[in-house]
């Protein structure tokens, strides 16, 4: 009985001896799971899978740390912190400083609208007796094509283009040119955006014969432009002076009528001038010309009237800009 006792009570002490040892290991592997291969004072292997009492501490290969043997077994390992740290190797890191996932230049596609409470239509006509046809045809349309001021026209239609009109009893003749000026808030683009593309949008409704929007009423095609008068020209809000050709040049994009659908938007591609006239974060002001008015070329001669002209929807289907950008 006496020998039974002794035995429990070695066993017992063999134990105990063990339960509070604390020891040192190298970590060989991060399992990545919270859990770290280890090798335990030098031992000649590594022991696998050892937890980590602290699960948010992180561990290096090649660190030492220190090892306690819970409950005063030697299979029974765990991690309960730094011993002394080993110095690793820096990695580089790539830093997203563009505030989106993914790093690098990121792509914008934007559609803007025009304000519609500033677009302005700028008209002239002037009527002469056809008796008079013969000697001032030529000066009257030059006149009218050059004139420094129109007539505003708040309609909720927008008209490009230029036509000849001739009227009985007695007989008349008029001409009218007909420019329209375009206003568009760029705020929600980046100041510092680079824009890579745009289009011009424009909406040509249908002549339903008593009302509603006029469609394509060219008898004769041309080229609707977009021109540039920035930053002077037009005026906000817009005025007659608004209305002198002088104050718009160059060609940032066009679209003939000949391909115009009606009841649809249309889209004029914006070139590198028309782009390079969009202000990023500011107000883009562009003016839509006919290519004829522009070379002052008088409306062919009709038997009543010639119509070299379309009517843009200002209200429902607003002009539109969709604009590609990179930051």
């Known amino acids: 009985m006496s020998n039974f006792i002794d035995d429990i009570i070695k066993n017992t002490n063999e134990q105990i001896k063990y339960k509070n040892t604390v020891t040192t290991g190298e970590i060989t592997k991060d399992n990545e799971d919270g859990t770290y291969d280890v090798k335990i004072n030098n031992a000649s292997k590594a022991t696998p899978d050892v937890e980590n ?12 740390v220190i090892i306690q043997l819970r409950n ?37 596609e934007k559609t803007i609208y025009s ?24 000066y009257t349309y030059h006149h ?26 007695p007989t008349k003749i008029e001409f009218d040119i007909y420019r329209s000026l375009l206003f568009f808030d760029l705020s929600a683009i980046p100041s510092n955006a680079k824009i890579t593309s745009a ?3 424009i909406w040509v409704g249908v002549d339903f014969g008593g009302g509603g929007f006029f469609g394509d009423e ?3 095609d041309f080229n609707i432009v977009i021109q540039d008068g920035q930053p ?31 009841n ?37 001669v009709p038997t009543w009237t010639i119509e070299e002209w379309i009517m843009v929807d200002n209200a429902d289907n607003r002009p539109k800009l969709t604009i590609t950008y990179t930051i």
């Open 53 to 64: 009492m602290d699960y948010d501490a992180i561990f290096s290969a090649g660190e030492i």
């Open 72 to 108: 005063g077994c030697k299979e029974d390992p765990i991690i309960i912190g730094h011993s002394k740290k080993i110095k690793q190797d820096p990695k580089a890191v790539e830093v997203d400083y563009s505030g989106e996932t993914g790093g690098g230049v990121e792509t914008v």
């Open 115 to 138: 304000d519609n409470t500033k677009n302005g239509l700028l008209d002239f006509n002037e009527l002469i007796l056809e008796s008079e046809k013969s000697e001032s045809e030529n």
């Open 144 to 169: 009218n094509q050059a004139e420094a001021n129109g007539s505003f026209i708040g309609w909720i239609a927008l008209t490009v283009g230029q036509a000849q009109n001739r009227q009985a009893l």
């Open 199 to 201: 289009q011009l949008g």
């Open 218 to 220: 060219s008898q004769q």
């Open 232 to 262: 002077n020209y037009p005026h906000n809000p817009v005025v007659i002076g608004d209305y002198y050709y002088s104050h718009y040049k160059n060609n940032g994009g066009q679209l003939n009528t000949s391909g115009i659908a009606e």
């Open 264 to 300: 649809a938007y249309n889209i004029i591609p914006l070139n590198s001038n028309g782009m390079a006239w969009l202000p990023c974060g500011g107000i883009a002001k562009l003016c839509l010309r006919s290519d004829r008015d522009i070379s002052s070329t008088i409306p062919g």
